[in-house]
């Protein structure tokens, strides 16, 4: 590549350039891996993962590494507490370190901001990263404050975290293997987007069940998310009716005339976690293993993995008709 | 703390709050330790050093954690090609590792962007990153992409480090110690602020040297940082006439007026280092080494640690009296 000449970052109509907008989140992703090119390594080393997993400080150990922020007028409003909003930077990121089976350990903290943020605003902000941080035995241990346009505030986390088992990765499932989800399924919008639990200790116990082949968390809705679980030439069989409908799915079905099981497989930010387990293991222990550990939360197995289907990626259980309903959020795409 | 009510971020007429502009930065750092308090560890395990340190991989090495970001109108404009912007992301970092003395590791790249962010202006800021990564052994292991506002752009990336001297903290400087400053200074929004070079091996080479006993980076202009540096009852006598100042410091003083030695003093963004030795020491052959080891580098003994005078912060050696300049760049501040 030539030396690059100075000028202004966006399209406009005068230099008839292509935007981000225009790629889409998911080719995005992949220019990005192409333009970094040897520097970044492949998961579980690098991108790819809900975590990168590197060499920790013990025999035995790794270190788990991971990053996401909030900004207002994206992932939090002016309906949402200033409290709410920092616990939700914290718990996003602990929901990534849950995917992976790790426990949570220092983190870095950096604020973008506009001279005009509120210091009273921040500092409920504070009081929600720290009530979070606490509960799950974070801490904060460095950071950055920068000054961006006013009217503006995004916050970014990274966290660190351990992990004494093997990791738990998205890429190892398995022609065949069953599909579960905690808890349950759509709605978010109307709280559980921010007012959510990281699925730590279900994520550590799902990591020492050798039966489970791989993990994620679901934030960007089921019908995105499970893609990245099935292998290749594989499609999911799902149950559409042991599919776990949150109340919030109905009371968003009621309000839009989208069905609720629509809302349970397409909506995101559930921050459940989605995992595969081996059609051979004792799945009959394994489940009341689960209800002994985790009595007040649901686990479903909401399907299988299957060759891939003419049908597409996912197909109805009952009908093996493709499941139609759209494929989750579509980060930065326009028109 | 009771529940937060959810409200506009933003102070406006309508709400009478104070903002963080008619606070300053100086001051929100101290509540925003404040407001985290024990969740928030003191340096060097924690906030208040260029990087925390923690415990590392291995028997008698320490993992080191930074983060910095740029933003466009911030810390670069249309003016500054994309190549350069995204080399000053990983510099600035990199300036950080340098400055504890620790070799640079894996990275996480976060970017914030507005939907309308030109793909060829993010390719060549990409193709800057890559090449600063190579340069300086960084690989980027993970990240995250975040939607932010049309016409809106921040990168932020958190690198890890190696350190495996004990690492030079800011707070370790002594009365008495003498005050050096690597390269020379001034002027750097003429191009210094994204074409320079972290001061790695300059920083390992003076962890190494047990006469070294505080070190950081100059980000802010000498006359702001070099405060962190000293004890609390010190101030620093400078020899005005051995400050090293820059080609582009006169130059800026050609074009505004104000003295070159003010712009040395003053200016932010030189990215040089920082760092006291004990006057005890054998200093000439620690000045005659450091020729040997960085000849195309100089490295300049700006002055030294006395008992706090009454004439303020800083004192001009020769005369006694106060350096009367302004006190470096803060962050925020609005009238």
Redesign the interface.
């Known amino acids: 590549?030539k030396?690059?000449?100075?000028?202004?970052?966006?399209?406009s109509d005068a230099?008839h350039?292509?935007?981000?907008?225009?790629?889409g989140?998911r080719k995005?992703?992949k220019?990005?891996r192409d333009?970094?090119?040897?520097?970044?390594?492949e998961s579980p080393?690098?991108?790819g993962d809900d975590?990168?997993v590197?060499?920790?400080?013990t025999e035995g150990q790794q270190?788990l590494?991971?990053?996401?922020?909030v900004?207002?007028?994206?992932?939090f409003n002016?309906?949402?507490?200033?409290?709410?909003a920092g616990a939700k930077l914290i718990k996003r990121n602990l929901s990534d370190i849950a995917a992976m089976g790790g426990q949570p350990g220092?983190a870095?903290l950096?604020l973008?901001?506009?001279?005009?943020?509120?210091?009273?605003?921040?500092?409920?902000?504070?009081?929600?990263?720290?009530q979070s941080?606490?509960a799950y035995g974070?801490?904060?241990?460095?950071?950055?404050?920068?000054?961006?346009?006013?009217?503006?505030?995004?916050a970014?986390l990274?966290l660190?975290g351990q992990l004494t088992t093997p990791p738990i990765l998205r890429s190892t499932a398995k022609l065949g293997d069953c599909i579960y989800v905690t808890g349950s399924l759509g709605g978010s919008i109307r709280a559980k987007h921010y007012q959510f639990e990281p699925r730590l200790k279900e994520g550590q116990w799902l990591a020492s069940q050798s039966l489970c082949t791989a993990m994620m968390d679901v934030t960007d809705g089921l019908s995105k998310d499970l893609s990245a679980l099935l292998p290749e030439e594989c499609s999911a069989a799902i149950d559409l009716n042991t599919l776990p409908i949150s109340e919030d799915a109905y009371l968003c079905e009621k309000a839009d005339g989208r069905p609720a099981a629509e809302h349970a497989f397409c909506d995101g930010e559930d921050y459940e976690l989605v995992l595969t387990a081996s059609a051979e293991a004792d799945l009959q222990k394994f489940e009341s293993d689960w209800s002994t550990q985790f009595p007040d939360l649901k686990l479903s197995k909401i399907g299988h993995i299957i060759k891939k289907s003419p049908a597409g990626r996912y197909v109805d259980a009952a009908s093996s008709q493709a499941i139609g309903w759209p494929s989750g959020y579509e980060?930065?795409k326009?028109a």
């Open positions: 590549m030396k690059a000449e100075a000028y202004n970052p966006f399209t230099n350039e292509l935007s981000i907008g225009q790629l989140e995005l992703l220019e990005i333009w970094l090119g040897a520097i970044a390594p080393h690098g991108m975590c990168a590197l060499p920790g400080t270190q590494l991971t990053t996401d922020c900004s207002y007028g994206q992932h002016a309906a949402v507490s200033p409290q709410d220092p870095l950096t973008l901001c506009g001279w005009d943020l509120s210091i009273l605003w921040l500092e409920q902000f504070f009081g929600g990263i720290r941080c606490e974070v801490s904060i241990v460095g950071g950055d404050v920068s000054e961006i346009a006013s009217g503006h505030f995004s970014a990274t660190t980060h930065f326009r």
